[in-house]
């Protein structure tokens, strides 16, 4: 079983058009992650999510809205996507309140191309 | 603004080579220093690193934390062309959030 799955793992698509990429976790964890890997492999948080309220919103476009169902779903819906946006998303998750600090699980990666 | 810089770059080496990864980091509020491994897809966990002094080992990779000199090293002995792969270092911020360098990326060749 996959820990932290996301859909779709690939996606083309133009300019302009919206997109969504959902993610669910099973490890039971109470935050999740949207961090995106750029074309220098520079990885960067975007969102995180604490039982489904948005704790941390790194100065992402207003394009990019995340969507918390519950504590086990995080959805990234991008709207008007232009060519910047082309990058590998990961989902993640974790647990807080862990003794030593914060090990994040990722997905393994939605790449989207944004032609 | 939380930094977290890795070196050298990329690497390459022979299999059976020892190579050192270096991680240092500025992080506000920080709690603990996290090496992950990437090869084609997601991010895999290695170490995490929270106090000074105490080395992490598992298999052929180890890993120190000096909190002092803000800096961390992930070891690999005998290395395998397996271990290619991009080695990633993140500080945790204590506020839910990683900082990740660059990466290094490691080329083991046979």
């Known amino acids: 079983d996959t820990a932290v799955s996301q859909t779709p793992k690939y996606l083309v698509t133009q300019m302009g058009n919206d997109k969504s990429i959902k993610c669910e976790q099973n490890?039971?964890?109470?935050?999740m992650y949207w961090y995106k890997q750029d074309s220098k492999k520079f990885l960067k948080i975007m969102f995180s999510?604490?039982?489904?309220?948005?704790?941390i919103n790194e100065t992402v476009p207003n394009r990019f809205s995340p969507k918390s169902p519950d504590k086990a779903h995080l959805n990234l819906h991008i709207n008007s996507l232009e060519l910047g946006d082309s990058a590998v998303y990961f989902c993640a998750s974790s647990q807080l309140g862990q003794a030593n600090g914060n090990t994040i699980y990722f997905g393994e990666g939605s790449w989207l191309t944004v032609v | 603004e939380d930094k977290v810089v890795q070196s050298p770059l990329s690497l390459v080496v022979h299999e059976g080579d020892t190579v050192t990864l270096n991680c240092s980091y500025e992080?506000?509020?920080?709690?603990?220093l996290l090496w992950y491994k990437q090869e084609k897809k997601a991010p895999t966990f290695l170490f995490m690193l929270t106090s000074s002094g105490i080395e992490k080992k598992s298999g052929r990779l180890s890993s120190i934390l000096d909190k002092k000199e803000l800096f961390s090293i992930l070891n690999i002995t005998a290395t395998q062309t397996g271990d290619s792969a991009i080695y990633l270092c993140?500080?945790?911020?204590?506020?839910?959030?990683?900082?990740f360098g660059t990466g290094t990326r490691l080329l083991v060749s046979p």
């Open positions: 993140a500080g945790d911020t204590g506020f839910q959030k990683l900082v």
């Open positions: 999510y604490n039982n489904k309220e948005l704790i």
């Open positions: 490890l039971g964890h109470d935050t």
């Open positions: 992080v506000t509020n920080f709690r603990s």
